[in-house]
DNA sequence: TAGATTGTTAATCGATTAACAATC
DNA sequence: TAGATTGTTAATCGATTAACAATC
């Protein structure tokens, strides 16, 4: 049973690790597997029992003492925390090779999103069929916005454009940002959200770990 | 003039930074900046003057006492310290949509590497072009490894065939995995790296953080 | 009950920041 | 030369690990 919810001060350190322990626990959950110790995700996972007990006690206490955790409890518990029985409905902006790659690749619905609006500003790819939705125009984006509330934008689009378009959704009510585009992205508001996915940054990792090893 | 190399034990959150700043000094450099100090590049990239100087010098002096840093001289030193002067030979496994996104959305010349093959298992997708290559069967891959001699995979597959198909590219020769599938790929030999990317978790703290601010 | 394993406090480790002498 | 800014050492902060009393 969850002692407290402690939130809020959650470090971003943590926070990273939860999808991961919800995957992990999730295929557990999908073996039929019913407890799990911490040493035992620690094996798993390539963690130390105390970090996962340190990660858990953030939000609650979660396991019993002599038994460990139950395995769809605290996959349940987690997945609660993380939001995904919520359903926040999001925008893709930008429906090029990558934006289309990542609606039709990622599964939105048990992470806590919908997708409810691709637009584009390319006069070409309107009324395209993308995921069984239209390609709209970026002229109607405001008013999509005022009858529609999307709270999330995905932007697929050029670093040229990131900014201007980012301060114009802001405007609109979006709430927070998934950014692929090769800008830094951040927004001084404080109740709204950037998460930036630089994808060439990670390759240059992987080459720089390639040539040093 | 760098004093000395240090690398091989410079830490994992010092690399993670290096291509942030490749990308800053790179925009510098696009508007004709010809110097920069620690002071200014941290507004910038909203770093301390401190933390820039601490991870430039994991790998050498490259400023002057009283100038700062020469942006050119900088971004060219961070670029050869990555590897972007190496031309890695790189194979694409998985051609679906998010493989065929990566591999025409990225930039991999100016990141140290170059595609050189395409694989995927699908009869239906044989033959097809992709980025001006045709996509082989896996049935070749063997084969065409012991001519070409890929040394990164692109592993755009399922879960479930990951860890199977990363064993068989380590033994083709291959040393580095830029991995999408949504499986914590770890190979445990010393001399090969994972990059792993997962955007499934990316999404999901965006959604965690949405919903606790 | 005895054994196991948690929740939590204390110790350690590493990363970031501050300070300042070296020097261009 | 004087002013500026680095390179580097020392101080601080935060995150991870270890230890153990609480308790199922």
Known sequence: MPKSDKSGSISSS???????????LGELLA?????????????????TASQIR???????????QGYGYN????HEEIGRILGVDKVTPAILIGCGNLGRAIVTHINFETRGCR??????????????????MAVQ?????????????PEMAILCIPKTATQEIADKLVKCGIKGFWNFSHYDLSIDHDNIVVENVHLGDSLLTLTYRLNNH
């Open 115 to 132: 997708l409810i609006g691709i637009f584009d500003e390319s006069p070409a790819l309107l009324g395209w069929q993308v995921n069984g």
């Open 31 to 47: 073996k039929g597997t019913v407890r799990v110790s911490s040493q035992e995700l620690a094996l798993d996972m390539k963690l």
């Open 71 to 74: 395995v769809a409890d605290l």
């Open 137 to 149: 125009s970026m002229d109607t984006l405001e008013q999509f916005c005022r009858s529609e509330n």
């Open 54 to 64: 340190q990660d858990l006690n953030c939000f609650g206490g979660f396991g019993q």
């Open 14 to 24: 943590v926070i990273k690790r939860l999808p991961r322990y919800y995957r992990f």
